[in-house]
């Protein structure tokens, strides 16, 4: 075999080795596996009020109201694995920003990216004004899934600034089989930053009768009240922690069903890996010989 031959079989393995080794780190393989996941019997409705006094900072200190919501509804997802979760937002108007869905991801991302109305925004907030929404939402989901057991959890201040007296939801409560009111905020109050990332860089809101800085404070009756009508329980929410005992109370159950796809169901990297041995082994022995003979040499 001449001097060039070798040299390519030995710049060939070498490459060889590389791509192996590279193989190997990207875990090859075809088709997907199914695995085992629990479904809960729960379809839970989060209803959040996105006005601009959820940003008063009365919440475990000086913390905007809406970072205690941010926290407790991430926690009751975690708490409720399997459970189907929607979120529908109210303020001036309510809409769906998420439908019902098993992915818990999708809902803590719509969590973490609301954003609260402008204090200019609307011209006053009513606790019936997502009522309509949540009653199509509510139908809906009962028709599709009628095996499952819708759950309220209903997010607000109470505070009503609208000079229209809000309806009633009693009759929504036909819909629901569980759930909550979580009432933000102190009855002492606190200011609202005028800023969207609701820090205090532009200021706090202002009264327009006063010129001094707004307060707004909670209603804890009002959600009482929105409680009563929906037939569920009220929880004043000051500061975190508790939400794993409150998902609790929703007696969620449980049934073992194959969920999506989790990895591959034929894995090839032991092939690239047994591959890679017999390289490495033949670089070895190259390796072993070529310092022998010039061992010999040297003698």
Do not use: C
């Not at 209803?47 to 913390?63: I, L, P």
């Not at 769906?96 to 204090?119: C, K």
């Not at 329980?233 to 609790?248: E, M």
């Not at 969620?252 to 034929?266: M, P, R, W």
């Amino acid at each position: 075999m001449s001097r060039t031959t070798r040299l390519a079989l030995v710049l060939a393995r070498r490459i060889g080795i590389v791509v192996a080794l590279v193989l190997v780190l990207l875990h090859p393989g075809y088709g997907h596996a199914k695995v085992p996941t629990q479904v809960a019997d729960l379809q839970v409705l989060v209803v959040v009020d996105r006005t601009r006094s959820m940003a008063a900072e009365d919440y475990d200190g000086h913390h905007p109201r809406l970072d205690g919501v941010r926290k407790d509804l991430t926690a009751m997802a975690a708490a409720l694995p399997g459970a189907r979760f929607a979120l529908l937002t109210f303020g001036f108007n309510a809409r769906l920003e998420l439908p019902f869905t098993n992915d818990a991801d999708a809902f803590d991302s719509e969590v973490d990216t609301m954003v609260l109305e402008q204090p200019t925004a609307g011209v006053g907030s009513s606790m019936d004004t997502p009522k309509q929404e949540m009653a199509q939402v509510l139908d809906a989901a009962q028709r599709q899934y009628p095996d499952r057991r819708s759950i309220v959890v209903f997010v607000s201040d109470g505070e009503n600034t609208s000079t229209t007296p809000p309806q009633s939801m009693s009759d929504l409560a036909q819909y629901v089989d569980g759930g909550v009111v979580l009432g933000y905020g102190t009855t002492q109050g606190g200011p609202m930053p005028n800023a969207e990332d609701l820090s205090n860089a532009q200021g706090f809101v202002q009264d327009l009768k006063t010129g001094a800085t707004a307060i707004s404070r909670a209603h804890p009756d009002t959600l009482k009240a929105v409680a009563d009508q929906l037939g569920i329980g009220y929880q004043q929410r000051t500061a975190p922690g508790g939400i794993a005992g409150i998902a609790k109370s929703f007696k969620a159950s449980y049934v073992q069903a194959v969920g999506k796809a989790g990895g591959v169901a034929n894995d090839l990297t032991w092939v690239f890996g047994l591959v890679l041995l017999a390289l490495v082994l033949l670089e070895l022995r190259d390796g072993w010989r070529a310092l022998w003979t010039s061992r010999r040499a040297l003698r």
